[in-house]
């Protein structure tokens, strides 16, 4: 008799299910900014389930930050310490509220500055040849909010874990910029527009169309 064994992908499966986090209006993520502004419209005004397979693929990257956590905080690095990991950020401005969460703020001893760590999980480092712009938007929030002009992008490999890190200095411009996206996406959920498809106009984002879930309501121009 053959011996019945469990389906563990399954398990994984039921484990991460979650419920789909409806969005409010004027409660913005700094994750999301980097995106085509219209396809974050569309995910306040028509959620979706998260594919499963996503799931696991977010997944993955809080495990490997949970190393990356490990390694900083490590007796044997002494080349830095880690000051906070995984702490609150909030901004509010005027009429809405951007928050979320920070990876990591680490001293470097040698020159005694603070500074910023973005972990982000990749498939293979030799692909990575600069900082993803949505990346460094991210940093550059979270160097805003904190006040910390010091930052970098850390991206990890998931298959061997090398790394390859790009640090960024703080731009008080950038950050006007980024906050001003805010304000502009609130602006057009509040009054129910939609936005210009970007990414189609960016020969920099056009590549997102392709995964994008609301590519037929945008090539509809739906509402």
């Given amino acids: 008799m053959a011996l019945h064994v469990f389906d563990f992908d399954q398990m994984v499966s039921r484990f991460l299910v979650r419920e789909t986090r409806l969005k409010t209006a004027g409660r913005y993520y700094p994750s999301e900014i980097g995106n085509c502004l219209r396809k974050v419209w569309y995910s306040y005004k028509h959620p979706l389930e998260v594919d499963p397979e996503k799931l696991k693929i977010f997944e993955v990257?809080?495990?490997?930050?949970?190393?990356?956590?490990?390694?900083?905080?490590?007796?044997?690095?002494k080349e830095?310490?880690?000051?906070?990991s995984e702490f609150p950020l909030r901004i509010e401005a005027q009429g809405f509220v951007v928050s979320g969460r920070v990876d990591d703020l680490v001293l470097v001893k040698e020159s005694g500055k603070s500074m910023v760590v973005e972990v982000k999980s990749t498939k293979s480092v030799d692909y990575v040849q600069k900082a993803d712009p949505k990346h460094l938007m991210q940093l550059q929030l979270y160097m805003h909010a904190t006040g910390i002009h010091n930052g970098v992008v850390l991206y990890i490999d998931k298959t061997d874990l090398r790394s390859k890190v790009f640090p960024?200095?703080?731009?008080?411009?950038?950050?006007?910029?980024?906050?001003?996206?805010?304000?502009?996406l609130h602006k057009l959920l509040s009054a129910g527009l939609l936005p210009l498809p970007e990414a189609k106009k960016s020969a920099d984002m056009q590549w997102m169309c392709r995964y994008c879930e609301y590519a037929e309501k945008c090539d509809k121009n739906e509402g």
């Avoid at 990257?61 to 690095?77: M, T």
């Avoid at 960024?168 to 304000?183: D, G, H, L, V």
């Fill in 61 to 77: 990257g809080n495990i490997l930050h949970g190393f990356v956590v490990e390694v900083l905080k490590s007796e044997k690095n």
């Fill in 80 to 84: 830095v310490e880690l000051l906070k």
């Fill in 168 to 184: 960024e200095e703080y731009s008080p411009e950038k950050a006007k910029e980024i906050m001003q996206r805010f304000a502009e």
